[in-house]
């Protein structure tokens, strides 16, 4: 079974200061990982994704992600948060196929704040 | 641009009431799904549905019916509401295979069981 652990229910950081989201997922073959933010009372928004190759994945609004096999993690980073990025962000897994049994698993979520 | 509906965006039921929670998408996807979000749990499963006419169960399946009657529109059905099931409803969208996968989900629906 696959899954996804983000250790993290609430980050705080001041604006214009650097940010890594932690992610680490559980699946036994090359899992598509991705990233998905929630702002206040909006559903989810697809961030960015990996499938292949490079594993740092460039995303929207700065965001950034590497994926490392080794340590089954994919962490989010930014180089310098705003204040529109307070948000809830989720990790999810998936297994790399797309057919009917097609399944995301979601982490329970890390509630990013950003202070002035 | 894709879009993904959901009606209401809110409601309060009764338990042991009948809730139908409504999602239609513009997206020509065949694949639709319904999660619920609980603080602390994030995003599980409920059902979903890779074809018109047929549903499948996610992980949590139970008190839950699901209904897909065209393409577009699928629909969540508690026949008897309970307390427990108080949380925020989402549907989303996908479209089949290649390297997409990726969901489109509705604004979520907000639903009080009291």
């Known amino acids: 079974a696959q899954s996804v652990t983000q250790p993290d229910a609430r980050v705080t950081v001041s604006e214009g200061a650097s940010l890594q989201l932690r992610c680490k997922y559980s699946?036994?073959?090359?899992?598509?990982l991705f990233w998905y933010v929630q702002y206040p009372r909006q559903g989810l928004q697809l961030l960015l994704k990996?499938?292949?190759?490079?594993?740092v994945v460039q995303g929207v609004n700065g965001f950034e992600a590497e994926f490392i096999k080794s340590n089954s993690s994919f962490h989010l980073r930014k180089a310098s948060v705003h204040w529109s990025d307070s948000a809830v962000y989720f990790c999810a897994v998936s297994q790399n196929s797309g057919g009917s049994n097609y399944k995301l698993t979601f982490g329970k979520g890390t509630l990013l704040t950003v202070t002035p | 641009e894709a879009a993904v509906t959901q009606s209401p965006r809110s409601k309060v039921a009764v338990t042991g009431g009948k809730v139908t929670l409504s999602c239609h998408q513009t997206?020509?996807?065949?694949?639709m799904y319904w999660y619920r979000q609980d603080t602390g749990h994030g995003l599980r499963l409920i059902h979903y549905s890779y074809v018109a006419d047929s549903t499948e169960k996610g992980d949590i399946p139970d008190g839950y019916k699901a209904s897909r009657p065209s393409q577009e529109n699928f629909s969540l059905i508690l026949e008897l509401a309970s307390l427990s099931q108080t949380a925020v409803y989402f549907c989303?969208?996908?479209?089949?295979?290649?390297?997409?996968?990726?969901?489109?989900f509705g604004a979520g629906t907000r639903l009080s069981v009291l």
């Open positions: 997206n020509n996807h065949d694949y």
């Open positions: 989303a969208s996908r479209d089949w295979g290649g390297s997409q996968n990726t969901l489109y």
């Open positions: 699946y036994s073959g090359t899992p598509y």
């Open positions: 990996y499938y292949s190759g490079d594993p």
